[in-house]
């Protein structure tokens, strides 16, 4: 099995930027993609950004386009979400995802974009 831990959530003013890390541990060599999710109060849950294992390859969501990055540390168990230019609709409980034969979540994270 794999295990989620998330950790970098917190409150930030309009325009500031905060930085999502998620370790993983366990089978970590069977998961093929690692995404970033999103649920705001009363709403679904959303896709964010998500990388791929096999080449790195991200996908974003056209809101956090142009201001959120998500990359891999080199032995591809941590990945991080860089956010810039922070917004009050970005608040939110961020949620890691570790794809394999399975789908494993993490416990989730607050981040609160508020003046």
């Known amino acids: 099995q794999v295990r989620l831990v998330e950790s970098g959530g917190g ?8 930085r999502l890390s998620c370790a993983a ?14 649920q705001a109060p009363g709403k679904e849950r959303e896709l964010v950004a998500g ?4 080449d790195n390859s991200a ?6 386009k142009g ?3 998500i990359s891999r ?11 810039n230019s922070l917004k009050p609709e970005d ?6 995802n ?4 399975v789908e494993v979540w993490g416990q989730g994270t607050q981040v609160t974009v508020a003046s």
Do not use: E
């Not at 990388?51 to 096999?54: A, E, F, L, R």
């Not at 996908?59 to 956090?64: I, L, P």
């Not at 570790?98 to 034969?101: D, E, G, Q, T, V």
């Open 51 to 54: 990388i791929t294992s096999s």
């Open 91 to 96: 608040t939110a409980v961020y949620y890691c």
């Open 73 to 83: 540390d080199n032995a591809g168990n941590t990945v991080h979400l860089q956010m």
């Open 11 to 18: 409150l930030v003013q309009p325009g500031g930027s905060l």
């Open 59 to 64: 996908n974003y969501a056209d809101s956090v």
């Open 25 to 38: 541990s366990g089978f970590t060599s069977r998961i093929t993609a690692m995404s970033w999710y999103r």
């Open 67 to 69: 201001r959120f990055t």
């Open 98 to 101: 570790a794809r394999l034969w």
